[in-house]
């Protein structure tokens, strides 16, 4: 089987400033450049089904601040797909607790590099998982205090 990269699916509320938090250092990553990095508000999948768009990722990386509706019925798509789910949110905003019990392993981050690093950590550990064909959907790489 030939090894390709991650498809990537960002989740995030449409009133974040997303592409300065989350776009932006993720588009400059060369660990990310091998992965296929789908932004949901991009030109390309605008007039496309969020649901279609989300069968095809591999993983999905949801930023937490600001959640309104259309976020949480990707989020709520998202955990049932039983795929891997990186949660990040900011420090100095808090985050929901309703949605540390949903996800468990909820990331805090107080700098675009840092949402970068936990990002780029988070897709290199699941290379070698998701192209050997078994996904382990359980990765700590920390927990917000």
Do not use: C, W
Request: glycine share 4%; no cysteine; proline share 4%.
């Amino acid at each position: 089987m030939e090894k390709r990269g991650l498809r990537v699916y960002f989740i995030h509320s449409a009133k974040s400033d997303y592409n300065n938090l989350l776009y932006l250092p993720v588009l400059r990553s060369r660990v990310l450049s091998n992965h296929t990095l789908v932004f949901p508000d991009s030109e390309e999948n605008k007039e496309r089904y969020y649901k279609d768009i989300m069968d095809e990722a591999d993983l999905y990386i949801v930023e937490l601040t600001n959640p309104d509706t259309g976020f949480n019925m990707e989020l709520k798509y998202a955990i049932m797909s039983k795929k891997p789910i990186l949660a990040l949110a900011q420090k100095s905003l808090g985050y929901d607790e309703k949605y540390q019990k949903l996800l468990n392993n909820v990331v805090g981050y107080t700098t675009p590099e840092d949402v970068k690093n936990f990002i780029e950590t988070f897709v290199e550990s699941y290379k070698e998982k998701i192209n050997a064909g078994k996904i382990d959907p359980t990765l700590v790489l920390g927990v917000l205090n």
